[in-house]
């Protein structure tokens, strides 16, 4: 028997290709959630399954004893995209929040007279794991678990009062989502970005940005606080779709915040084998080239779905707020064929593969306006935004 920790609707999927997936009954779904922004190029991309193919029958594990010909490589990418220097690589979202979390500790600890207090956003979604979840800003997700990390303050999003109110030299690090995913996709703003990035410096406190769901491409920028020119971060965690759907999480560092992790202090068993590392450096190169391709789709997403509601997000990043739970919404745009989801109750997020096209926008459109009735039929109206 499986944990019943999730639900799930009555198909078993099968197959993928491009921004399409397939039952075992042969039925098509376009994909605009692809596996919660992990498949950014889609499914079966002929690049990735030969990288797959061919690293499979050369090596796929040699744990972090010994160097192999991909993860530096990957590390060198990874700090020329983001303007950091280090990199550390695991296996998922929540792992590297933790590798940022014991960074932000140490660092507090040992440079800082002790202090360990983290600042963190209400609504904001940071993993499962205990250190993760001590930073998730949403009650419902830590309670059962009892006491988790000591010292987190949470804040309103875009609050600079509080925000102000909040950070001191007992601060060792401000952590936030550039734009929160599971939230319910919300931007934060670029004064409040640079306010956390002052504050933090004027504390010695580490600013760490989870890209986990909005980096790597998805906003049509590299990473999504580089929207705003000067903007920094000194830790960056990303994950989702590094791998093309291979299991991979990195935090980044800049030299100071480096230096909070040294020899002994941290390790993976797993993270950033030669078989995930070489599929991400193939998966850099594609959407290097899908940039301006992403900003475009991005931008006609976002002008289609304004047809429904007020959009929030960015690039291949939306979300709808609904006067009504979402979730009838999204398993009635299943049985029309289209993949989407609901995040915080009321919000129907989308997040197509970076190669979707204005076509399968238009498709994913005609689906989301033939339901336009249900959604009267409720009585509810569909244009209105939380
Ligand atoms: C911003 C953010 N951080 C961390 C995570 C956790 O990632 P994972 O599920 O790979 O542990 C997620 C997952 O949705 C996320 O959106």
């Not at 950070?167 to 306010?195: D, K, M, Y």
């Amino acid at each position: 028997m499986l944990l019943p920790v999730y639900t799930r609707p009555a198909l078993t999927i099968h197959r993928g290709e491009g921004c399409y997936l397939f039952d075992t009954n042969g039925r098509r779904y376009l994909d605009f959630i692809s596996g919660v922004g992990v498949n950014a190029l889609g499914h079966a991309h002929p690049r990735i399954v030969r990288a797959i193919t061919n690293q499979a029958a050369r090596v796929i594990h040699t744990s972090n004893l010994y160097h192999h010909d991909y993860q530096a490589p990957l590390a060198r990418r990874l700090a020329a995209w983001s303007g950091l220097s280090h990199a550390f690589f695991s296996n998922s979202g929540a792992e590297a929040v933790e590798t940022a979390i014991k960074a932000a500790r140490a660092h507090g600890l040992r440079q800082h007279h002790g202090k360990v207090q983290l600042v963190a956003l209400e609504n904001s979604f940071h993993g499962r794991t205990c250190g993760a979840l001590s930073v998730t800003g949403r009650p419902e997700y830590r309670r059962a678990f009892g006491p988790l990390l000591p010292e987190v303050r949470f804040i309103p999003a875009n609050d600079i009062a509080a925000l102000r109110a909040a950070v001191s030299e007992e601060t060792a690090a401000i952590l936030l989502e550039p734009i929160q995913g599971e939230g319910g996709v919300h931007v934060l703003e670029e004064r409040f970005l640079r306010e956390v990035r002052r504050l933090a410096d004027a504390a010695r406190a580490l600013w760490i940005a989870d890209e986990t769901q909005c980096g790597l491409g998805r906003t049509g920028h590299y990473f999504a606080y580089q929207r705003f020119g000067g903007l920094i971060p000194d830790i960056v965690v990303t994950a989702k779709p590094l791998a093309a759907g291979l299991p991979i999480g990195a935090t980044l560092f800049n030299e100071t915040a480096a230096t909070a992790l040294p020899r002994g202090q941290h390790g993976s068993t797993f993270g950033g084998g030669p078989l995930v590392c070489r599929v991400a450096l193939e998966v850099l190169d594609e959407v290097e080239q899908l940039l301006p391709h992403i900003r475009q789709t991005g931008a006609y997403l976002h002008r289609r779905l304004a047809e429904l509601g007020t959009v929030r997000g960015e690039g291949m990043m939306a979300g709808i707020a609904l006067e009504q739970p979402g979730e009838p919404i999204v398993a009635r745009a299943l049985e029309e064929g289209l993949m989407i989801n609901c995040t915080h109750q009321t919000v129907l997020r989308f997040l197509p593969p970076y190669i979707a096209t204005r076509a399968h926008v238009d498709e994913a459109m005609e689906v989301l306006e033939r339901l336009l009735p249900v959604l009267a039929e409720n009585g509810k109206s569909p244009y209105a935004i939380a």
